[in-house]
């Protein structure tokens, strides 16, 4: 009989989704308007 292990139990093996931010040295505060901008829309 086989059991199956809950996430918990599976330790580091968890999927987990990960992003990347591209941000230019300069364009910072242009990226946070836009990305707020974004967020209220």
């Given at each position: 009989m086989a059991v199956e292990k809950s996430a918990a139990e599976k330790g580091p093996e968890v999927e987990a989704q990960w992003y990347v931010v591209h941000a230019y040295s300069g364009h910072e505060e242009k990226?946070?308007?836009?990305l707020e901008k974004r967020i209220e829309s």
């Open positions: 990226v946070k308007k836009n």
